[in-house]
């Protein structure tokens, strides 16, 4: 079992910054990546972005340019710096871990961008 807690969500201007922490504890040896997914009231949960153990990444297109994702192994953290936020970026944040057959998620954390 893996067990992840996210924080650092909260409501900012449009043009703002904000910057996801993602804590993973439990059986983190088997997780080959992790990510941000996203879900807007009424639409369907989307990747924002995903970093694997060998530090490779992926972006959604509506991103790209904006946040960056990256890990600190040491911790076990995964960071989302979230840069020029758009109203479009409102939604609630869900950390995910992925082991060989296995997803896990946290809670969600709610991102507000608004004037």
């Known amino acids: 079992q893996v067990h992840l807690v996210e924080s650092g969500g909260g409501l900012v201007q449009p043009g703002g910054s904000l910057r996801l922490s993602c804590a993973a504890s439990?059986?983190?040896?088997?997780?080959?990546?992790m990510g941000w997914y996203r879900q807007a009231p009424g639409k369907q949960r989307e990747l924002v972005a995903r970093i694997t153990k060998e530090a490779s990444t992926k972006y959604a297109d509506s991103v790209k340019g904006r946040f960056t994702i990256s890990r600190d192994n040491g911790e076990n953290t995964v960071y989302l710096q979230m840069n020029s936020l758009k109203p479009e970026d409102t939604a609630v944040y869900y950390c995910?871990?992925?082991?060989?057959?296995?997803?896990?998620w946290g809670r969600g954390t709610q991102v507000t961008v608004s004037s």
């Open positions: 439990g059986s983190i040896f088997s997780i080959i990546a």
């Open positions: 995910n871990a992925y082991s060989p057959g296995t997803d896990y």
